[in-house]
């Protein structure tokens, strides 16, 4: 049996799970999030468990059955504490800048850079325009809309400049050497 897969879900207080064949429900107080699972994959719901079970022991189940317990653990977690990806922005006039619900990016072009959150994303700037925040309920999401934030500018090899995730170690290069003689 899957050892991800295995594990029990436990649903906190304020977070509802519905299920309507293959498609599950959950709602809580940050959103609502909503996944068709794979039709071998039976999903019980025993008071504030969930358990996820598989028919057999084939190569696909057991793929299917860590990935959907993964999943469904997930969306729990994301409707009842959410989810956040850091970004650092480091270069001499980079900075960010919230305009409504936008995020306005100053990095070294000739005109800023906007970026339209999806439906559920929230942008927070913080520090002076140096540090910002991706937050949603759906994981997913806003490992996509920090990519996507990072690729606007990707931390160079030689000065560190540009967009990089918060923790994320950039390998620096030395750059060329002065030259000798003459």
Do not use: W
Request: glycine share 14%.
């Amino acid at each position: 049996m899957s050892r991800i897969g295995r594990l029990p879900i436990s649903v906190p207080q304020g977070v509802t799970v519905q299920q309507k064949g293959s498609q599950v429900t959950v709602k809580g107080p940050k959103g609502e999030l909503s996944q068709a699972f794979h039709a071998n994959m039976s999903v019980a719901l025993d008071g504030n468990v969930l358990t996820v079970s598989r028919p057999n022991d084939s190569r696909e189940n057991r793929a299917l059955h860590g990935l959907t317990r993964a999943l469904l653990a997930n969306m729990v977690t994301g409707v009842s504490e959410g989810f956040s990806k850091r970004l650092v922005i480091e270069g001499v006039g980079y900075r960010a800048a919230e305009d409504g619900r936008d995020l306005v990016l100053q990095v070294g072009y000739s005109h800023p850079v906007r970026i339209v959150p999806p439906e559920g994303i929230t942008f927070e700037v913080e520090r002076g325009g140096q540090r910002l925040s991706v937050i949603g309920c759906d994981k997913q999401v806003v490992g996509e809309v920090a990519a996507k934030i990072r690729r606007v500018r990707k931390p160079e090899p030689y000065k560190g400049k540009g967009i990089r995730y918060d923790g994320e170690i950039i390998r620096r290069k030395a750059g060329k050497a002065g030259r000798i003689g003459g």
